[in-house]
């Protein structure tokens, strides 16, 4: 049995996804701050868990930048060694749809990675990829991993909510939720986006994270920030040599899944604590894509 489900990312990868659709589920209970990184602090952690003693609640948290979180390793084994039972959720997506993903979203957030120009922006999100030097890492934890694509999530919806449920040992969904995955936007005024965005900034400093969160679910808001994008000519292009970097990463990431998980089911990988060590070293043995 679980008591912490930990999804870490990446983003643009399903995370949002995959939050809206567990939030519905009276066994899986989510702070009301999205990304609370209680693995960053053991003491929140059981504060939060004690709240749930009885109730056969999961205690969740959605935290994409986790992937790349130095302290995620250290972190998760220090709740096991105080016996408290984590599974891990790794999102794989597509690399290049993902890098394109992410290319338009740090566009409509107006970030500076896309202000200094479209050469940048692509590196700093080729960058910002999934390596599998950091995917093994996440596999050498100590603890289960429940490895879901980006495709079985948004297109096989019930294959993933019957897995999840019955490895947490909760109930299943009486019903298969369709929401619709986050979209692809730009800003009505890159201006506004910026202007949005540092408030945003201040408000997490001044530490109003449940009011930032209100603030980032109301549609209105949404609606008075952002447009959809109006077709294929607004989509990012690729350079080769990004796609070849991207493509080399992404073979070795589903290599990595592929040695060390088991097949549940198209798209969904399961690795138990035990796996045996030769599949941990085929992990350490893959070599550096180019960054």
């Known amino acids: 049995m679980y008591d912490y489900l930990l999804v870490v990312g990446p983003g643009r990868s399903g995370s949002e996804f995959l939050y809206r659709l567990l939030r519905e589920h009276p066994s899986f209970v989510f702070p009301e701050i999205k990304e ?23 205690l969740c ?4 930048l986790a992937y790349a979180d ?12 105080e016996g408290f039972g984590v599974l891990l959720v790794a999102l794989l997506r597509d690399h290049r749809d993902r890098a394109i993903s992410m290319m338009q979203f740090r566009r409509s957030r107006a970030e500076l990675s896309a202000l200094l120009g479209a050469r940048r ?5 080729v960058r910002d990829r999934l390596t599998p ?10 603890a289960d991993v429940l490895t879901l694509s980006f495709s079985a999530l948004t297109e096989d919806t019930g294959a993933v909510m019957d897995v999840l449920p019955s490895l947490c040992g909760a109930p299943k969904f009486d019903r298969t939720p369709r929401q619709a ?27 109003l994270r449940r009011l930032l969160q ?13 447009v959809p994008l109006a077709d294929d000519a607004e989509r990012p292009r690729l350079s080769e040599e990004s796609l070849e970097i991207l493509d080399a990463s992404a073979v070795e990431c589903r290599r990595i899944v592929e040695n060390t998980s088991r097949r549940v089911s198209e798209g969904i990988y399961l690795r ?7 599949a941990i070293s085929d992990c350490r043995a893959l070599p550096r894509a180019t960054p």
């Open 61 to 64: 948290d959605v935290a994409n």
């Open 214 to 226: 209100r603030i980032k679910e109301n549609k209105a808001v949404h609606r008075a920030f952002f």
């Open 272 to 278: 138990k604590i035990g796996q045996p060590d030769e």
């Open 181 to 207: 995955v986050n979209r692809a936007v730009r800003a009505r005024s890159l201006w506004l986006s910026a202007f949005g965005r540092w408030c945003g900034v201040a408000l997490r400093r001044l530490g």
């Open 70 to 81: 130095a302290k995620l390793s250290r972190s998760v084994d220090a709740l096991r060694e």
């Open 133 to 142: 030097e950091r995917l093994a890492d996440i596999f050498k934890i100590d």
């Open 36 to 58: 609370r990184r209680y693995y960053r602090s053991p003491r929140a952690f059981r504060r939060a868990l004690k709240r749930l003693d009885g109730r056969g609640q999961i």
């Open 121 to 125: 922006l692509e590196e700093a999100v």
